[in-house]
């Protein structure tokens, strides 16, 4: 019983600051320099993911030493895209080995740009995220 009561409580918390996050959001307009996390419209790759995981597919190149290790996992490189689309910022928030983590900032470098995100009928700068995964055949 204490075990639910702590567990509402601390749902309660979170629902009253999340709710004074978006009540501060509707009285204020996006400001230039401001990065979101949250936004009414995301970014959107040209062709949506399907193309976005195309491009990928078709541009990740394994590294050499990698390969010869056997070396496999899950990079996440985290971003931000600006109010033109463009892909700023990218740095290994998670990250395997040097090798990888390096061609999946490169890879990430290559990508054209997003159409931006929006809030209140505004190009805003959003923050992403992207795993790329690396596995041998």
Known sequence: MKQIVVNLLILLSFQTLFGQIINNEKDSKPKDDEIFIIVEKLPEFPG???SL???IRNNLEYPETAKKDSIEGRVIITYVIDTNGRITNP???KGVREDLDQAALELVKKIPAWSPGVQKGKNVAVKQALPIRFRLK
């Open 91 to 93: 740095i290994v928030a």
């Open 53 to 55: 995981s195309s491009f």
């Open 48 to 50: 949506g993911m399907d």
